[in-house]
């Protein structure tokens, strides 16, 4: 059975500082996700990576797979306020779903 | 646009109780999806349906009941509400398998006492 891990799953930082998200699953998959759900909300799809090496950049955030590791990393570069949220991985099963993390709830501090 | 449309927003049921949670998306998307997520956790997958008439079980699939009669609509049923069923249901649908991420409702915030 797929098994997805994020950590950490809560993360404080001060604004401008830098930080990784790690995602790492248990069984082989080709296709990685990124969420983000603020407080209350849905989630907002933020990146779907679909190959080894993968790399996808959006301002301040970018994210990287390596399957080989079954291994992404959501990097957050000069972090401000309004990245405060939940950011969930998120692991194709080749089964018609997804698999998510827990989530790391990350609040971004003046 | 409006995506995907999930109704009610929040509801309280009794135990024993039964209701349809509604989905409708109008982006012709194939593949619809209703998951659950408990407070502080990911989300799981109840039902999920890959075209009308076509819907199979997720991973917690138990106490729920689905149908995919158009493309539009994914309703979900609960029958007999028990307090474990308490949690936030999310419709999403996609436009297909692998390549693409998925468009989430805003939610259904359930309450079963």
């Known amino acids: 059975e797929l098994k997805v891990e994020q950590n950490p799953l809560f993360l404080s930082m001060q604004e401008g500082k830098n930080y990784t998200i790690y995602c790492n699953y248990s069984?082989?998959?080709?296709?990685l996700y990124w969420y983000r759900q603020d407080p209350g909300k849905s989630l907002e799809s933020l990146f779907v990576?679909?190959?080894?090496?993968a790399v996808k950049q959006e301002g301040r955030l970018m994210a990287s797979l390596d399957t080989k590791a079954r291994l992404s990393t959501l990097h957050i570069t000069a972090a401000v306020h309004d990245l405060s949220a939940t950011y969930f991985c998120?692991?194709?099963?080749?089964?018609?779903?997804?698999?998510f993390g827990a989530g790391t709830r990350l609040t971004v501090k003046p | 646009n409006a995506g995907v449309t999930q109704t009610p927003k929040f509801r309280i049921l009794k135990i024993g109780q039964s209701m349809t949670l509604q989905c409708t998306q109008d982006?012709?998307?194939?593949?619809m999806y209703w998951y659950r997520q408990d407070p502080g956790m990911g989300l799981k997958l109840i039902y999920y349906?890959?075209?009308?008439?076509?819907?199979d079980k997720g991973e917690v699939p138990n106490g729920y009941n689905v149908s995919r009669s158009t493309t539009e609509d994914f309703p979900l049923r609960l029958e007999l509400a028990a307090p474990s069923q308490t949690s936030v249901y999310f419709c999403?649908?996609?436009?297909?398998?692998?390549?693409?991420?998925?468009?989430f409702g805003s939610g259904t915030r359930l309450t079963v006492v």
């Open positions: 998120a692991v194709d099963t080749n089964n018609n779903d997804m698999r």
């Open positions: 069984t082989t998959s080709d296709r």
């Open positions: 990576l679909l190959s080894n090496g």
């Open positions: 999403a649908s996609s436009y297909g398998w692998g390549s693409y991420g998925y468009t």
């Open positions: 349906s890959v075209g009308a008439g076509i819907t």
């Open positions: 982006m012709n998307h194939n593949y």
